[in-house]
T-cell receptor, first 114, second 109 residues
Framework: DAGVIQSPRHEVTEMGQEVTLRCKPISGHDYLFWYRQTMMRGLELLIYFNNNVPIDDSGMPEDRFSAKMPNASFSTLKIQPSEPRDSAVYFC????????????FGPGTRLTVT | GESVGLHLPTLSVQEGDNSIINCAYSNSASDYFIWYKQESGKGPQFIIDIRSNMDKRQGQRVTVLLNKTVKHLSLQIAATQPGDSAVYFCAENAGKSTFGDGTTLTVKP
């Protein structure tokens, strides 16, 4: 398996623009997580899905952030409009509840909003 | 509220020495704990886990100890190597995973 795939790996955009981050989880995994990592705040859980259904979005910072999982093999995290304080590395992770809570992380998307 | 924290943000050790990274957690309902390693420019990677009904678990060169009485978790790395240099996170799971702030381990040759 190729592991969790994220795209793009790097994104530079101007303030006010819409940003869409993409994730393909490991095949067969039934949980998908979106995290944001910054030096100041560390690794923060934004939202997670189970069987494509959002379970907990309490970590989503504000209405500018939205996440979808239209099917078991694809998820998006959208920021509209983007702001400089959204600059961070965004990780997607997936796991299979049938084995353990171990999460497999993607390589991350480094977002810079100018 | 829930919190997971590591005792020291940075740790520097000599190559070949043993390393001990500590973590304190607050949620007594947590039933599962994981240590992750994050190398520069990469996502966190699973190292070892332990369930709340265990006190100790060993892997290859790594050992995790769990003390539920004081809500303390530690990761021991034997014969630390330069490739062990990374940020280490502990995570607890009580429904969803909560990550600590991370300890940066630097191994000096």
């Amino acid at each position: 398996d190729a592991g969790v795939i994220q795209s793009p790996r790097h994104e530079v955009t101007e303030m006010g623009q819409e940003v869409t981050l993409r994730c393909k989880p490991i095949s067969g995994h039934d949980y998908l997580f979106w995290y944001r990592q910054t030096m100041m705040r560390g690794l923060e859980l934004l939202i997670y899905f189970n069987n494509n259904v959002p379970i907990d979005d309490s970590g989503m910072p504000e209405d500018r952030f939205s996440a979808k999982m239209p099917n078991a093999s694809f998820s998006t995290l959208k920021i509209q409009p983007s702001e400089p304080r959204d600059s961070a590395v965004y990780f997607c992770a997936s796991s299979f509840a049938g084995s353990s809570y171990e999460q497999y992380f993607g390589p991350g998307t480094r977002l810079t909003v100018t | 509220g829930e919190s997971v924290g590591l005792h020291l943000p940075t740790l520097s050790v000599q190559e070949g020495d043993n390393s001990i990274i500590n973590c304190a957690y607050s949620n007594s309902a947590s039933d599962y704990f994981i240590w992750y390693k994050q190398e520069s420019g990469k996502g966190p990677q699973f190292i070892i886990d332990i369930r709340s009904n265990m006190d100790k678990r060993q892997g290859q060169r790594v050992t995790v100890l769990l003390n539920k009485t004081v809500k303390h978790l530690s990761l021991q790395i034997a014969a630390t190597q330069p490739g062990d240099s990374a940020v280490y996170f502990c995570a607890e799971n009580a429904g969803k995973s909560t990550f600590g702030d991370g300890t940066t381990l630097t191994v000096k040759p």
